[in-house]
């Protein structure tokens, strides 16, 4: 990356050790090599986003590309592709048009009246029979 030899990083070295001192020194070279892998994490990360763009705009100008064409220049295959995934998108809405059909065309059978009438449970007589004990109400 910096095209550094062999002596001339021993040079830098000594002078660091003479500069610095030898208590000092491995924490320096600690936090420069800090500073080193996160600027090559930063340089790799716009790296990536910017290959990542290009690759979105490229894709872009081919689906404009594309839709400028019109879809007759299409290979046979693509062709046969995109019949059978219109096919299965009639195939999948017919069967919700005939149940929307059906349901229009015949009264609604959910809204029947329930005819029976409602019984009720009597509380005092139920805690009887079944000798339920209430609970004390102690005031403290």
């Known amino acids: 990356m910096f095209d550094i030899g062999f002596w001339e990083l021993v040079l830098i070295s000594v002078v660091g ?3 610095l001192g030898p208590e000092r020194l491995p924490h320096a070279i600690r936090s420069v090599s800090r500073f080193i892998s996160g600027a090559k994490a ?3 990360n716009v790296k990536d986003e910017l290959s990542h763009e290009l690759k979105v705009q ?3 100008e081919n689906l404009k590309k594309a839709e400028q064409m019109g879809m007759q220049d299409l290979s046979p295959e693509l062709k046969s592709s995109i019949d059978e995934l219109k096919q299965a998108a009639q195939d999948v809405q017919r069967p919700y048009a005939a ?3 059906n349901a229009s065309a015949e009264p609604n059978q959910t809204d029947t009246v329930d005819t029976q009438p ?3 449970v009597d509380v005092s007589a139920a ?3 079944l000798d339920v004990k209430q609970p004390d109400s102690k005031a403290d």
Do not use: D, G, I
Request: a neutral charge; charged letters at 35%; aromatic letters at 0%.
């Open 17 to 19: 050790l003479v500069v």
């Open 99 to 101: 149940t929307k059909e």
């Open 118 to 120: 409602k019984r009720s």
């Open 127 to 129: 805690s009887e029979t």
């Open 42 to 44: 930063m340089a790799n």
């Open 58 to 60: 490229e894709l872009q």
